[in-house]
């Protein structure tokens, strides 16, 4: 039987998936300045609601205001905004998509504006320049403390109206530093073996299984390695996703990743640290799609892949192929957010490749500007770029295609700097 993208999935805990595409977590920054939800957030998730995905994912929301992704996040710690959620799980579920709330903490990925010593597994500092303090080791009662904020988000989730959560697993954020033995230095029950650093994630999604019962969607986006030497590597991958299984979780996504090899977007990635993969699969859009097939085997819940997915013959492979069981899409959905209804309609078969369409145009900046910096600004731009359309979309200004990349390389910080400087709660602890 093939199965095509307007297949419907049914969940392990019984919740069913009207067809295969999601839109991934794409972080919006539109939060109030108690990172409480507000009117632009419901006015950009009804936009892809409408859009046709069977799911659609919040970008990530923090269980604590003193570790942010961003200042614009939304944040579930006591700070209110119960009935703004409600407003915005209703916006976002208006078509009768799943709308499931990602659920994260960034520990040492928070930004030193908003933390210089943020919490981690252990005290070691990512290795970039500038941009993120020496974290703090937590401790053994600080651990137990956010085990409960993820389970307590997720029943607020629930309690509001959002009809799944994911827990953030990925990208170098807490969880995923916790299992990296890079960043987990720990010699106790949470660091050390991979079962031990697997301890936070496991405890996570039991908590958060034990708090919303049976039947509500728990997702969980997981890398399938970090593509670092010393890294998660994808043996560790597939052996975590084993311990998995009997967590409840009802879809698995698969990506890679963190600040340090931002995989998650096709950049990076120590070519050291990269499994061995089949040379017929290379040529494939998606970046993980080997990554999955290698880890489907042990899997005994469903997949999602993201990353890279930009044409409809790409996603019916991955989903013939037995390696995926959902499409996650990201950047694309930045830009045109009724995508999916267009690709599941066959009136389009592919979607804009917009991270290799954006160049910096000739003359947007000087000859003084040497190379290094060139590719910098191409770097940050496109992400700054992405960022703001969702800031635009959300405004109800309509995205704005035509923005040059070092308009957004300039904009986006200012954006961001405004948006911190709003804050009326203190963000360090
Ligand atoms: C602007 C932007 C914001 C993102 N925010 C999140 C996020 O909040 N949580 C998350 O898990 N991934 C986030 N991602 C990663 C995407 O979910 C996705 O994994 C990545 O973009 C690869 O998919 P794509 O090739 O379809 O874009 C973000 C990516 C972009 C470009």
Redesign the pocket.
């Known amino acids: 039987m093939t199965i095509d993208l307007s297949s419907p999935l049914e969940l392990p805990c019984g919740a069913r998936l009207s067809n295969r595409i999601c839109k991934?977590?794409?972080?919006?920054g539109l939060a109030d300045p108690m990172n409480r939800a507000t009117p632009e957030l419901e006015r950009l998730y009804r936009l892809w609601s409408e859009g046709g995905a069977g799911l659609v994912?919040?970008?990530?929301v923090q269980v604590d205001r003193t570790h942010l992704?961003r200042p614009g996040n939304v944040v579930i710690d006591g700070n209110g905004g119960i009935e703004a959620l409600r407003a915005y799980a209703k916006a976002g579920a208006v078509a009768g998509n799943h709308l499931w709330m990602?659920i994260?903490h960034p520990g040492r990925q928070t930004p030193i504006e908003l933390n210089p010593h943020p919490l981690a597994p252990s005290a070691v500092a990512l290795n970039l320049t500038g941009g993120y303090g020496a974290p703090r080791e937590a401790t053994e009662d600080e651990i137990l403390d956010l085990i409960r904020r993820f389970a307590h988000v997720a029943t607020v989730a629930r309690e509001t109206g959002f009809t799944g959560v994911?827990i953030?697993g990925?990208?170098g954020?807490l969880i995923s530093q916790f299992l990296s033995p890079i960043a987990n230095r720990r010699t106790d029950a949470w660091g050390g073996s991979l079962e031990n650093r697997a301890r936070f994630v496991l405890e996570i999604a039991r908590a958060i299984r034990a708090a919303v019962g049976a039947d509500f969607p728990v997702g969980l986006?997981l890398n399938s390695s970090d593509f670092q030497l010393g890294g998660f590597t994808l043996d560790e991958a597939i052996a975590a996703v084993g311990m998995l299984n009997d967590a409840g979780i009802d879809l698995l996504?698969l990506?890679g990743g963190n600040y340090e090899q931002p995989a998650?977007?096709?950049l990076g990635g120590d070519e050291a640290a990269r499994a061995p993969v089949r040379e017929s699969t290379l040529r494939r859009e998606?970046?993980f799609l080997e990554y999955a097939a290698a880890i489907r085997p042990v899997a005994r819940m469903p997949l999602m892949v993201?990353?890279?997915?930009?044409t409809t013959a790409g996603m019916a492979e991955a989903l013939n192929s037995g390696a995926a069981d959902v499409i996650?899409?990201?950047?694309?959905?930045?830009v045109e957010t009724d995508l999916p209804r267009r690709l599941l309609s066959g009136e389009i078969d592919r979607t804009p490749a917009w991270?290799s369409l954006l160049k910096l145009a000739p003359g947007e900046v000087g000859p003084e500007v040497d190379a290094q910096r060139r590719q910098l600004i191409e770097m940050l731009g496109k992400?700054g770029w992405?960022?703001l359309?969702?800031i635009y979309l959300g405004q109800g200004k309509g995205a704005k295609p035509g923005m040059g990349l070092h308009e957004a390389f300039v904009e986006y910080p200012r954006n961001e700097a405004a948006t911190a400087a709003r804050l009326l709660h203190s963000h360090v602890q």
């Open positions: 991934a977590a794409l972080t919006e994912i919040t970008g990530n992704e990602q994260n994911q953030h990925a990208h954020y986006k996504e990506s998650m977007i096709g998606a970046y993201t990353g890279g997915f930009r996650g899409l990201g950047r694309p959905m930045c991270e992400q992405f960022c359309q969702l």
